[in-house]
Each structure stands twice: as structure tokens, then as C-alpha cells.
């Protein structure tokens, strides 16, 4: 996609869906490949992000084909995967590559698996250090980046593990692999992290529980060698993506907008805590549920927003929403401070440093830390005026092209593509509200 540029526009009205949630996504096609029988999945997110997981599992015998908007997995059963005769290209999917390795680490089978320049500079040893404990082999380039050659096992050790990050990838992985080991595995975790796949391995009948301890740490119990079978499953729109259009009418003038079938998981859903401490007019409607998961229509108004602090515990609830809150942030009257966000160094970029460099050519006074960003509106317009790197990152991306529509002058990124991985038509249903994005 070329270089697109934003800048003020009408006010955003309207009610609107989203692509689906693409964390949501990747795991019904993974689980639904290890199932028995047949998993539909209805709102599957058609990102190039979830595309990559179901090229990958259709190389490792999975069945899976589109149908009018329905999709089907014909899943191979827990261990019923081959050993793919090519390379797995994760394109740029940190979630495909890490849940992917606990899917295979308790395979008799060996892959290799890569990705774009993005995903090869990520760090893969935080998931490959527990996955070794259970039996599972690596060859990676060196610093434990991608490509990396995994040979699983067919008898793998059921695990009792604690993590030093709060990364559901990383979790994931481990009961992904537990799975197919004979035994209890147990994971804790050091601050609860999304809980999507102990939702989803639950719905399809895994034995699975959770429990809370007191010193704020969760810890996670999976019996080997369920019998799951295969589930209808609807994907609620993606919250991460709700956060573009939410952050967009917040900070443009007269707008009010319904979002609609959102997944609200509260580990998912600390930006909306985040953005109402602001003071932004956000309103929960219409609350549900499915497949465990709560659903709400999200109604959001145009509001004078003020800075606040973000404390590191909310982190891993929003760790995918940081880049557009900062441009909440820049749209603010006075000081932000996100704390204990260091996660954010090794994501799709570095976007510490994307928001924090990106802020400050756009005018708005910005400092980083190490793990902190602290972001000094004026409550005026954000200068603006520049040309965004990308980074092979969507959610920068999109994050710049939302801040152009509250500034002076217009924004523009240098790359709109990686928009592809989470958010196809982003462009076209902003525009579609009132805003002003276009080829620069
Ligand atoms: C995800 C977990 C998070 C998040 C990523 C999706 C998932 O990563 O940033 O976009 O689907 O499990 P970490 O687990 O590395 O924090």
C-alpha cells in the first residue's frame, strides 16, 4: 500500500463493526486443527496476520476452507499434525510464530518457521527456554531470532512453569504443548495476562482451571490429553481494532459513534478504564456473552480529554493499545505517564521509541524511559506535518493516521500495508465516518 496521509476532517458519526479479534482468531483455527471433527468459526479476522496461521496448519494437514464468510477447520486430532514438506511463513505475527512453537514442541515432527524483517527481529527465546523444558528442540539465528528449525516431541513432559513476563504468547505456547503431554501442566504467570486460550481449550472441552493467588500471580492447571472435539465459534470484533475508531471520535470534534459486537474480556479491555480516568464519554451497552468471552456495544462521544497516569499493573490489559493511547495523550490538556511499559521495546517495533520520536515531530513534548512514556499535552492541536515510518507496524500505522485527524496539519506514514495484518478496510470505514485519509 503506498504512503496515505491523513488530516481533519468532518466529525465521526455513525455505528460501525470491526474485524474480528485476532487473538481470538488464531486460536480457534490452531485449536480447531488439534480438535476431532469439524470447528466453524463465523468472524474470523481475514488479516493477513490470521491468514498466515491458516496457511501454516493447512501445511501441517489441517483441512480449512472459507464458505460463504463461514469458516471450516477439519481439525487432525491432539498430536494428528504432519510434518510440513516446506517452510511455515508467519509473515509478520508474533502470535502465529509463538503459539505455533507450543503447537509443535509436542509434534514428532520438525518445521522450520520464519517471518517478515519485523518478526525475525523479535525475541523467540522466551518461549523456546520453557518449551525446551518439555522436550522440544531449536535451531535458531543467533540471539534466538527467527528462523528457527523446532523438533517436537511425541512424548512430551508435562511442565510445571513460572514466567518471568506476563506474555499470554508465552503461556499459550506452553498449554498448547501441554496439550499432548501425559499429565498436569502448570503455568503461573506473574500478573494475569489474556485469557483467550484457557477460554477457548475449555469450550472445547479441555479440563482447564485457574487460580488466583494472593500475591496478585495466576496460576494456570491443563490435564493432558483432553478429548476436545470440534466447536462453532463466533469471533467478536477485535477491541485492539475498536481502539483506532474509539480514539479517533474522542479527539475529533462533534463525533459520536457506536461500535458495535466488541469483545470487552476485562484483560483485554484496560484502554477503555484508561481512556474514561481521562475523561473521555464512553458508554457500555448492551453486555453478553459467548463462548465465555463478554460482548458490548461500545458508544463513544467527542470529549475534553486530560492527561493521567497509567500504572504498570493495567499494562499486559492493554499492551496492544499504548501506540493510539499515546495520540489520546498528545490530544490532551496535560501530563501523561505510562508506566512499566518496557513490553512495548519488542513488539511489532520498538514503539517506545515509535511514539516517542513520531510525538515529537509531530510537536507534542514526549520522554521515554527505558519502561516509561510520558506524553505533554497542551489541550491545543498537535502541530503535526510530518511523514511517519511505519515500521512494518500497523498499529503505529494506524495510531499516526488517527492523530492527523485532530492536528494542524496534515499526517502522513511513509507505509499504510502492515494496516493488513489486523485491520483490512481500515481506510475505507474511517473515511466512511468523516474522516480524511487518503493515497499521499
Ligand atoms: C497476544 C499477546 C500479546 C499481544 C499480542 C497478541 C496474544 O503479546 O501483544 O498482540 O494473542 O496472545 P505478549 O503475550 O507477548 O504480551
Not at 163 to 187: D, F, H, P, R, Y
Not at 349 to 375: F, N, P, Q, Y
Request: net charge negative.
Amino acid at each position: 500500500m503506498p504512503s496515505i496521509r491523513s488530516h481533519t476532517g468532518a466529525s465521526l458519526s455513525g455505528a460501525i463493526t470491526v474485524p474480528g479479534d485476532k487473538s481470538i482468531s488464531h486460536r480457534a483455527l490452531m485449536i480447531g486443527a488439534l480438535a476431532v471433527g469439524e470447528t466453524t468459526i463465523c468472524g474470523l479476522l481475514e488479516g493477513e496476520d490470521v491468514l498466515a496461521t491458516a496457511a501454516a496448519m493447512r501445511q501441517l494437514g489441517a483441512e480449512i476452507e472459507s464458505r460463504e464468510n463461514v469458516w471450516h477447520v477439519y481439525g487432525r486430532g491432539i498430536g494428528g499434525l504432519i510434518e510440513p514438506s516446506g517452510v511455515l511463513d508467519l509473515g509478520n505475527s508474533g502470535t502465529a510464530a509463538r503459539l505455533l512453537m507450543g503447537v509443535l514442541a509436542a509434534h514428532d515432527i520438525s518445521a522450520t518457521l520464519t517471518g517478515d524483517d519485523s518478526l525475525s527481529s523479535r525475541p523467540m527465546e522466551r518461549v523456546m527456554a520453557p518449551l525446551r523444558e518439555i522436550g522440544a528442540q531449536f535451531v535458531a539465528r543467533s540471539g534466538g531470532k527467527l528462523p528457527v528449525t523446532i523438533t517436537g516431541s511425541g512424548t512430551a513432559l508435562p511442565g510445571d512453569q513460572t514466567l518471568k513476563v506476563a506474555s499470554a504468547q508465552v503461556k499459550s505456547a506452553i498449554l498448547l504443548a501441554g496439550l499432548n503431554a501425559q499429565g498436569n501442566t502448570i503455568v503461573t504467570e506473574p500478573q494475569p495476562s489474556r485469557d483467550h486460550t484457557e477460554k477457548m481449550l475449555s469450550f472445547f472441552g479441555a479440563d482447564i482451571t485457574t487460580q488466583e493467588n494472593s500475591d496478585g500471580s495466576r496460576q494456570i492447571t491443563l490435564v493432558g490429553q483432553p478429548e476436545i472435539t470440534g466447536q462453532d465459534i463466533v469471533v467478536p470484533g477485535d477491541i485492539s481494532s475498536a481502539a483506532f475508531p474509539i480514539v479517533a471520535a474522542l479527539i475529533t470534534p462533534g463525533s459520536d459513534l457506536m461500535i458495535e459486537n466488541i469483545g470487552i474480556n476485562p484483560l483485554r479491555a484496560g484502554l477503555l478504564q484508561s481512556l474514561q480516568e481521562m475523561g473521555a464519554e464512553i458508554g457500555i451497552l448492551n453486555e453478553r456473552e459467548n463462548a465465555g468471552e463478554p460482548i458490548a456495544d461500545i458508544h463513544v462521544r467527542a470529549s475534553a480529554l486530560t492527561g493521567a497516569t497509567i500504572p504498570a499493573s493495567r499494562a499486559p490489559s492493554m499492551i496492544d493499545e499504548y501506540p493510539i493511547l499515546s495520540v489520546a495523550a498528545a490530544a490532551a490538556e496535560g501530563t501523561s505517564v505510562f508506566e512499566g511499559v518496557g513490553e512495548l521495546r519488542v513488539k511489532e517495533s520498538d514503539r517506545l521509541e515509535a511514539m516517542a520520536a513520531g510525538l515529537k515531530g509531530c510537536g507534542v513534548e514526549t520522554e521515554a524511559t527505558e519502561d516509561t512514556l510520558t506524553i505533554h499535552g497542551t489541550g491545543a492541536a498537535p502541530k503535526g506535518g510530518c511523514t511517519i515510518a511505519s515500521r512494518l507496524d500497523h498499529r503505529i500505522a494506524m495510531s499516526y493516521l488517527v492523530l492527523g485527524l485532530a492536528s494542524e496539519n496534515p499526517i502522513a506514514v511513509d507505509d499504510g500495508g502492515p494496516i493488513e495484518t489486523s485491520f483490512p478496510g481500515f481506510i475505507e470505514l474511517m473515511n466512511g465516518l468523516g474522516a480524511n485519509m487518503e493515497p499521499a
